[in-house]
């Protein structure tokens, strides 16, 4: 499996613009086949931050994700929403109720 978490903080008068980018991927990546979860997190502390843990079954199945029309309009409708760039953290799933997912 693949794991990444993907940080992203956002202009403070763009939250909702972000919500709005950022449901046209989730909608269109919680279908693909390769995906397991895919949850967007806020920052209570500070709303212009956030996190999206994103499993898929293999780094295959990202790859066929960033090939997406959703994530390609999404990353674009983000440009001007962010306040910097976005930020990636890689990890191995060693225990999760996913266990019975794996391929």
């Known amino acids: ?6 940080h992203i903080h956002v202009k403070p008068d763009r939250i909702g613009d972000f919500l709005d980018a950022f449901r ?5 990546t919680i279908r693909e086949p390769g995906n397991l979860r895919f949850d967007v997190l806020q920052d209570p502390e500070d ?4 996190t999206i843990v994103e499993i898929f079954r293999s780094a295959e199945s990202v790859d066929d ?5 959703h994530y390609k309009k999404t990353v674009a ?3 001007d929403i962010m306040s910097g760039p976005r930020s ?3 990890y191995r799933l060693v ?3 996913l266990a019975d997912e794996r391929v």
């Open 95 to 97: 225990m999760s109720d």
């Open 24 to 28: 046209i991927n989730y909608e269109g």
């Open 1 to 6: 499996m693949f794991v990444q978490l993907v």
């Open 88 to 90: 990636k953290d890689i």
């Open 65 to 69: 994700h960033r090939r997406t029309d």
């Open 47 to 50: 709303e212009t931050r956030f």
């Open 77 to 79: 409708l983000l440009e």
